[in-house]
């Protein structure tokens, strides 16, 4: 017996060459690896110019956002993920380096994991910590939706309207409450696209 697709949004970013060729030709052979792994794509939000964080770390980002549906866990989603950046040569050494590949799980639904206190944590980690501190576990929702822009600006393309669980705040409300300096930054790149076909 099938369970009920579920949906889910990836965030999708890039700022460094890989041997598929530019970041936005690695991010159309993710969303099509993606595609051959079951995952099914029902939205993409548009492509965004993003400085790299920290600031002078590399190059610009290339970022946009993808709804999906998926009818496993979040904790599978979370493998193909995994599978699809180390195939198009993600290598997880450095927090924050550039990367040719970065595929983030930012919600499944109403989802939490691995529960509120944890996830709680999470978000409240100083900046200094979070330089060098990685979950060893899926934490859902992403525990920096709510602090960055080159995120919520792609998310609230496609579901301005999603609720974090914890937070009780929409995209929407979650993305007017940044700067608007750090919005600002976070550019549409103009006669770009890629089809969810």
Not at 12 to 36: D, I, Y
Not at 147 to 164: G, N, S, T, V, Y
Request: glycine letters at 6%; a negative charge.
């Amino acid at each position: 017996m099938s369970t009920a697709k579920m949906r889910a949004w990836i965030a999708f970013g890039a700022n460094l060459p890989s041997e598929t060729g530019t970041p936005l030709e690695t991010l159309k052979e993710a969303l099509r690896a993606l595609r051959v792994k079951g995952v099914e794509v029902a939205a993409l939000s548009q492509i965004y110019e993003t400085p790299c964080f920290p600031a002078g770390a590399g190059p610009d980002y290339i970022n946009f956002a993808a709804e999906v549906s998926y009818d496993g866990p979040p904790e599978a989603l979370l493998l193909v993920l995994h599978e699809v950046e180390a195939r198009l040569g993600r290598v997880r050494k450095t927090r924050w380096a550039g990367r040719p590949i970065d595929l983030d799980l930012m919600a499944y639904e109403d989802v939490v994991r691995p529960d509120e206190a944890t996830l709680r944590q999470w978000i409240e980690l100083p900046l200094t910590e979070q330089t060098v501190r990685a979950p060893d576990r899926l934490i859902l929702p992403h525990p920096r939706i709510q602090d960055r822009a080159f995120m919520l600006i792609p998310f609230a393309d496609l579901a301005p309207e999603w609720r974090h669980p914890l937070l009780d705040k929409t995209i929407a409300e979650m993305l007017a409450a940044r700067p608007e300096d750090e919005k600002t930054e976070v550019k549409p790149m103009s006669g770009v696209a890629i089809g969810t076909d």
